[in-house]
């Protein structure tokens, strides 16, 4: 069993910078890649970035690259998600998900354990 815990959310006006994290227990959490999504109010969860086990592969949502950056600490068993120049439109609700094997994946399917999700608010 995996147990995921995101913190980090919260509101922001735009421009602003978050940095959410998620906390990972109960998995060898260095065997796996790890990926985030988020959900808007009235839309599809949609993918946002992912990295590898070993974390020296990234991958992006294309209108998030130079924003957004993934990485990891197997040491603390943490993932992390800074944001940067938030824009009204990445308000969101943020998760994290473990993938089922070492690679980085962008598909919501290549994945088998989920947090609960963080809010983010960004304000214009």
């Known amino acids: 069993q995996v147990q995921l815990a995101e913190s980090g959310g919260g509101s922001v006006q735009a421009g602003g910078s978050l940095r959410v994290s998620c906390a990972a227990s109960g998995r060898t959490f260095s065997s796996y890649g790890m990926g985030w999504f988020r959900q808007a109010p009235g839309k599809e969860r949609e993918f946002v970035a992912t990295i590898s086990a070993s974390g020296f592969t990234t991958d992006y949502a294309e209108p998030l690259k130079g924003r957004f950056t993934i990485s990891r600490d197997n040491a603390k068993k943490t993932l992390y998600l800074q944001m940067n120049s938030l824009k009204p439109e990445d308000t969101a609700v943020y998760y994290c998900?473990?993938?089922?094997?070492?690679?980085?994946?962008?598909?919501?399917?290549?994945?088998?354990?989920w947090g609960q999700g963080t809010q983010v608010t960004v304000s214009s």
């Open positions: 998900a473990v993938a089922k094997t070492g690679r980085s994946a962008s598909r919501a399917y290549e994945y088998d354990y």
